[in-house]
């Protein structure tokens, strides 16, 4: 079962408005942003939806196997209200990108 955790709206300093995400859900991001790298578009598998960081999540082919354990390990805190998973992506500067149709 999970549990609803919802972003908490927060200010810093300068009193500039920010969403502030679950721990997990940040650590996630991160891992799907240092796993999201490219040479040409064939290193580019979409590994789903993970609520709070995207309906499509792109990593690099060599890291999808570490990435999805990671996804076991730590379930996302609430639930998305998109159906990802579909989406191609090509490599651009060497990240993996969304082809939109």
Known sequence: MYFYQPPVETSDEAGTSYIELPREQKFMAEQFRLANFCETSYDCVNVGTYCGVGCEVFVNSKAVKDIKVLMSK???????DCMGGNAKAVC?????VEIKP
């Open 74 to 80: 730590f379930p996302p805190s609430c639930v998305n």
């Open 92 to 96: 651009k500067n060497n990240k993996c």
